[in-house]
């Protein structure tokens, strides 16, 4: 009965090498958001979409981008993973201005 | 933006005291207050949460209080137990815009 479905759990990635998180949900909730989390410290939002609507934070880096084909998918791009972008990335989504669920998290590493 | 504090960053309580988290945010239009508990390695779950049309709320040995006047809002645990031991988060959002506290790392011992 998995809600937030986050794939692969653990990723390897070189450095500069383009990587792509997945998350997928079976809430049907209207809002995805993209957190980084590294050790020891707070989950950062990156992004969020409201519906089809893309809602970006002001300090989240270029080399970050988000894809929402449908309402239950949503993707996390870095474009040119760097070493300081090795964190634990976590899914999650709401219904409207609510409840936010987070799924397990996918934990990259940059080589 | 909305900023949020959190005190103590470490908490180290006897099995079956109270232990008491303490968070301050900055936006007086933030209204929804969730606290999250993490486990090593884990997700972020939610335990409590408040809206500010409330004072508080309690569910079980945990409860959460919210001052708006001085926009500080705590968590209560209760007759802790070994199994609360976690990184525990607060919380402060407005719309979609959900900004976390640094964290307690909250230790039960035996």
């Known amino acids: 009965d998995a809600m937030v479905i986050q794939n692969p759990r653990y990723q390897v990635t070189q450095f500069g090498k383009p990587v792509t998180l997945s998350c997928s949900q079976t809430?049907?909730?209207?809002?995805m958001y993209w957190y980084q989390q590294k050790s020891s410290q707070a989950p950062k939002l990156l992004f969020h979409y409201y519906d089809k609507d893309f809602n970006n934070e002001a300090d989240t880096p270029d080399n970050f981008q988000s894809r929402r084909p449908n309402t239950s998918f949503c993707f996390l791009d870095i474009r040119s993973p760097g070493l300081g972008d090795a964190a634990m990335y976590l899914c999650a989504t709401s219904r409207g201005r609510t409840t936010q669920y987070f799924g397990p998290g996918t934990r990259l590493l940059v080589l | 933006g909305e900023n949020v504090e959190q005190h103590p960053s470490t908490l180290s309580v006897q099995e079956g005291d109270s232990a008491v988290i303490k968070c301050t945010y900055s936006d007086s239009a933030s209204n929804y207050f969730p606290w999250y508990k993490q486990e090593l390695g884990k997700r972020p779950q939610l335990i409590i949460d408040i809206r500010s049309n409330v004072g508080e709320k309690k569910d079980q040995r945990i409860a959460v209080t919210l001052n708006k006047t001085a926009k500080h809002f705590s968590l209560h645990i209760t007759e802790t137990q070994p199994e609360d031991s976690a990184v525990y988060f607060c919380a402060a959002s407005l719309n979609n815009d959900m900004r976390f506290g640094a964290g307690t790392r909250l230790t039960v011992k035996p």
């Open positions: 809430l049907n909730h209207n809002v």
